[in-house]
């Protein structure tokens, strides 16, 4: 009876989010056999809850027309999932700490025990390392401007937010006046959002920093378009000209690498900056707690490097060289 209660739970949590499931896909999930799935949804309705059988080829079980699950329908992975979340969802969106808090003891307090002491015993501190390059959390007025223009498909008119979040004025050189974006889709990577739109004014697909976009939603719609790629992880990461800035460190450098832009902005660390030069060079500017450490993050792209600025960073590139050509195989040999 108790594998039974599981199950049924689980069948509920499924049914929330998504209204029709195949009997497969029930299945599947609940990695049982289809007989099993069919008598635990006869316990469910015995229970009240008005689930419907839909017939032909893409039938399956559906909740029925005009009712809702109960609130907070979980099951134990999903709390575990809720109590990760809204610990760590402070580290990339500003102001959070405080509101995610109280959200995790309103969900603890609301469910069963067996849910509430798993929620409570994983209590965890985030400590970020030196190799994830963190970028300041994201204002979440303009993550939730550029995210309902995304979802209700509105047009978004955008101005360019220097990296200290200022606006240029019209008579500085890094000034650009408003534009008029078609919002698609959010992309979380390296601790940054960005938002991949479409420019109708150059008739280009681009991608954005929502923490250099001032975002000023419209209520004029547009129609969705095929987006530019079929791994939009992808596009985005080689995407070179997605409104990054250096990263604040102790050290910063740059050096000209025999690739292409789109191939160096795919690897590069997060909180670097790469320049498309032409179609086979590029420059990445990036930034670590040593000249050693830059150096150390230019080799894993083997390849050629030049114009390698300041002379520090070319300085610990020839330290390591020196030490790597001194290196003795295991019989001594250089």
């Known amino acids: 009876m108790t594998n039974t209660s599981r199950r049924a739970l689980r069948l509920l949590s499924l049914f929330g989010s998504r209204r029709q499931w195949s009997l497969r896909e029930f299945a599947t999930a609940l990695k049982v056999s289809e007989r099993t799935v069919r008598r635990d949804i006869e316990t469910l309705r015995e229970l009240g809850y008005p689930i419907t059988t839909v017939h032909g080829p893409d039938g399956g079980y ?62 965890l501190t985030r400590l970020p390392n030196y190799w994830e390059f963190p970028a300041p959390p994201i204002d979440p007025t303009a993550l939730t401007a550029v995210g309902a223009a995304v979802r209700h498909r509105h047009v978004l008119v955008t101005e360019t937010l220097r990296a200290d979040g200022s606006r240029p004025a019209s008579t500085d050189d890094d000034f650009l006046p408003a534009r008029r974006i078609e919002p698609h889709h959010l992309v979380v990577w390296a601790g940054r959002w960005y938002v991949v739109a479409y420019d109708p004014e150059d008739d280009q697909w681009r991608v954005h920093r929502v923490d250099r976009l001032r975002p000023r939603p419209t209520t004029h719609p547009f129609s969705p378009r095929e987006l530019p790629h079929h791994d939009l992880a992808r596009f985005v990461m080689s995407s070179h000209d997605r409104g990054d800035t250096a990263a604040d460190w102790p050290c910063t450098g740059s050096a000209r690498l025999c690739l292409p832009a789109d191939v160096v902005a795919r690897f590069a660390p997060g909180g670097s900056v790469v320049e498309h030069l032409d179609t ?21 792209f083997d390849t050629e490097l030049t114009d390698l600025h300041p002379p520090e960073l070319a300085q610990a590139c020839q330290r390591i060289a020196h030490r790597m050509a001194t290196i003795k195989d295991t019989e001594g040999r250089p």
């Open 280 to 300: 086979e060079h590029c420059r990445l500017t990036l930034g670590a707690w040593s000249w050693a450490g830059i150096a150390g993050i230019l080799a894993t």
């Open 62 to 123: 559906r909740l029925g027309a005009g009712h809702t699950l109960p609130p907070l329908v979980f099951d134990h992975d999903q709390a575990l999932a809720v109590a990760v979340a809204l610990q760590t969802a402070p580290s990339t969106v500003f102001g959070l700490g405080e509101d995610a808090a109280r959200a995790l003891v309103t969900l603890e307090q609301a469910m069963p025990a067996a849910l509430r002491e798993p929620m409570k015993s994983l209590r």
